[in-house]
């Protein structure tokens, strides 16, 4: 599904990625573990496409379409979704509002008709209800006041309702108790399918206690220097990073 | 001849052929006027309150002063998209400065809602101008003056105590292009009596390609306990230019919003001006500027703080692209009595294109120690990485642009009180961005 292959990336004429490899498959949860500064948080923004970044070498394939010349909303349109570290509140458009414009600037995209209101409602209860989200929570303003939970919860709904393929999720547990944890990866669990994919991106690994991922690869210094199975991130855990140098 | 030596002798010529039956007192205050006028002339860069609006080039225009009073064929279809047309409301419409009673809905009963020429002429008005009329219009602005000296109509509304108006009172002034260039100074009395309660919509619409130029005067007088919510529509074409002049005076426990929508015209000044009476006085002055091509908005208000215990509200939003340009000037005074003065002020702005630029400048002067009192003003680009988030989750630039700047101007149209009007103002804010909203903000 994503192919990752010897991607270099700059920002600001500095190169962050070094030669990341990476293949994910259909049906797979990918962990990607690394300290601070490692690039982990610029790899997932350059697979969504984010243009400060430029691509020196390398290229990302989806589905073996090369995303290089698309923008972010095009590569989103293809089923790229990324979870924000750090949502951004955007005062006076709904969380509701903002879905359905998501939704149908894809649908418009794909050459589909808008989805039409009643259906649109249906799914927005249904994907709510399955995510334990209040529907009062529905009609605030997008992010804004959010606590840190109700933000990430809120990425996770948009996530159930734009069905991605792969969901690249940045650093999801950051400044989350271990309650929001539990119901942000409850969440993403009940969303995985044979079909799609998940790519998390952590410093820790108590994420991991959650979504337990297939394969675990370690960045360091713009690259991956390491990749095993889950019980990696428990070597990680006890080990620190230091080891890996 | 220039403009202004134009408008000095002219003004002889126009108290006597004026038409108006007019008491003394009235001439008297004409003549001081166009005195003042005469001496201070029409303000120039030079002048610390003008010094990033330039009437320069505008004045070099050949202005008529005196409109025909022929009629000039405007029918409801003309203006019918200009209205607010799906509430009820009384409306006062003026032709090139001239009252049309035709396309207008007035009434005398229980209130007065019509026009200043009757209420200058008919002795039955004669105690209510003596009290009120230019006695709030600053003397040293001499465009103020200027409209004083020529004042021959506009609206005038006189809701008296304990009446709540039942729909809102639209004031739409058109120009046609029958004079080529033409200057109309419409003048506005508003007296809203204690416990009462009244909103109005107010625009100004040049309906042809030829220049026009309005210089307005509105004085609006708040009586105790009373409410206001006075709503300005500027959304004018490229070849009108408009300077308003709005004094507010407000007795206590009242509470008056002055609502500015600048979406348009070539110029545009707006002096906003606030001026306590008494105790547990609110007021509130919102804006939403959004500007491109070369129009020019400046937006100058004052807020005098003179007694105790009242609290004051502002916020001005900008965004402004192309080659346009924009000034906030926002003053408030809180006088030495004035303890317990709760005085907020925001101006926040956003700059889209390299050509474009706003000059800000928040100015509290205050001379009690016992309030509070905060400014905030920010100048910025539009947030890339909310942009990122946005177009992450699908939505193409453009859209995500203008969701984000309808998000900017948000907290602004919120404050409209109603509903047709808001959603009228958020459909022209979508125009003016360019872009179709799938739903309504």
């Known amino acids: 599904m994503l192919k990752v292959n010897n991607l270099h990336a700059n920002i600001d004429e500095k190169e962050i990625l070094k030669g990341v490899n990476l293949e994910i498959k259909p049906g797979e949860v990918h962990a990607i573990m690394g300290p601070n500064g490692s690039g982990k948080s610029t790899l997932s923004s350059v697979i969504a496409g984010k243009e400060e970044y430029e691509v020196t070498e390398g290229s990302i394939h989806l589905d073996d379409e090369d995303l290089d010349d698309l923008a972010p909303e095009e590569r989103a349109h293809r089923g790229i979704f990324l979870s924000f570290q750090y949502p951004v509140e955007i005062p006076g458009v709904t969380v509701t509002n903002f879905i359905k414009t998501a939704i149908n600037e894809s649908r418009k995209a794909k050459g589909l008709e808008e989805l039409p209101a009643k259906d649109m409602l249906k799914m927005i209860r249904e994907k709510a209800d399955l995510l334990e989200i209040d529907r009062k929570f529905l009609s605030r303003s997008l992010n804004e006041g959010f606590s840190g939970g109700e933000k990430k919860r809120n990425e996770i709904f948009q996530m159930a309702m734009l069905e991605p393929k792969l969901a690249i999720l940045d650093e999801t547990d950051s400044g989350l108790d271990i309650d929001a944890l539990k119901v942000v990866a409850n969440g993403v669990n009940k969303l995985k399918s044979e079909d799609n994919a998940v790519l998390v991106i952590t410093h820790y690994q108590r994420l991991l206690d959650y979504i337990v991922p297939d394969y675990v690869h370690v960045l360091y210094d713009g690259k991956i220097v390491k990749s095993g199975g889950k019980e990696l991130a428990l070597e990680l855990e006890a080990k620190g990073y230091d080891w890996l140098k | ?441």
């Open chain 2, 1 to 441: 001849m220039e403009l202004k030596e134009k408008l000095v002798s002219s003004f002889l010529a126009f108290e006597n052929k004026g038409g108006l039956d007019l008491d003394s007192s009235i001439h008297g205050i004409r003549t001081k006027a166009i005195q003042n006028f005469e001496q201070a002339g029409f303000p120039t860069k030079k002048d610390e309150e003008w010094k990033y609006t330039s009437l320069r080039n505008l004045l070099k225009q050949d202005f008529s002063v005196f409109p025909s009073k022929e009629d000039k064929g405007v029918g409801f279809k003309d203006i019918k998209k200009y209205l607010i047309n799906d509430i009820e409301s009384f409306t006062l419409v003026f032709v090139d400065g001239v009252f049309s009673s035709f396309l207008s809905d007035t009434t005398h009963e229980e209130l007065d809602i019509c026009v200043m020429s009757s209420a200058l002429s008919r002795p039955k008005y004669k105690m209510i101008i003596d009290n009120y009329f230019n006695t709030i219009a600053s003397e040293s602005n001499s465009l103020s003056e200027l409209n004083t000296a020529f004042t021959t109509e506009g609206a005038y509304i006189n809701v008296p105590k304990n009446t709540v108006v039942s729909k809102p009172i639209q004031i739409l002034s058109f120009t046609t292009g029958k004079e080529s260039e033409l200057l109309i100074q419409p003048r506005n009395l508003v007296i809203v009596g204690e416990n009462s309660h009244v909103q109005i919509i107010e625009r100004h619409q040049n309906l042809s390609s030829n220049p026009s130029l309005t210089n307005s005067v509105t004085e609006i007088f708040v009586q105790k306990r009373a409410i206001v919510d006075f709503y300005k529509i500027q959304n004018d074409s490229e070849k009108a230019s408009l300077i308003d002049n709005t004094f507010v005076s407000q007795k206590q426990n009242s509470i008056a919003s002055v609502h500015t929508y600048s979406f348009g015209g070539k110029l545009t000044r707006n002096n906003l001006e606030f001026y306590h009476e008494g105790e547990h006085i609110t007021s509130h002055l919102n804006g939403i500027s959004i500007l491109n091509d070369k129009q020019h908005v400046d937006n100058h208000t004052l807020v005098n703080h003179k007694f105790p215990n009242c609290e004051s509200h502002e916020l001005y939003r900008g965004i402004f692209s192309d080659k346009s340009t924009g000034v906030f000037n926002g003053k408030v005074i809180v006088q030495k009595e004035a303890q317990k003065t709760n005085a907020f002020q925001q101006n926040n702005n956003i700059i889209l294109d390299d050509g474009a630029a706003i000059n800000a400048k928040p100015q509290l002067e205050i001379f009690a120690d016992d309030v509070k009192c905060s400014h905030g003003c920010t100048i910025g680009q539009l947030d890339e990485s909310a942009l990122f988030y946005m177009q992450s989750r699908g939505i193409p630039k453009k859209e995500a642009k203008a969701l984000l700047l309808f998000a900017f101007g948000n907290d602004v149209v919120e404050k409209i009180k109603i509903p047709q009007l808001k959603s009228r103002i958020t459909k022209l804010i979508a125009k003016n961005l360019g872009v179709e909203l799938g739903f309504d903000l």
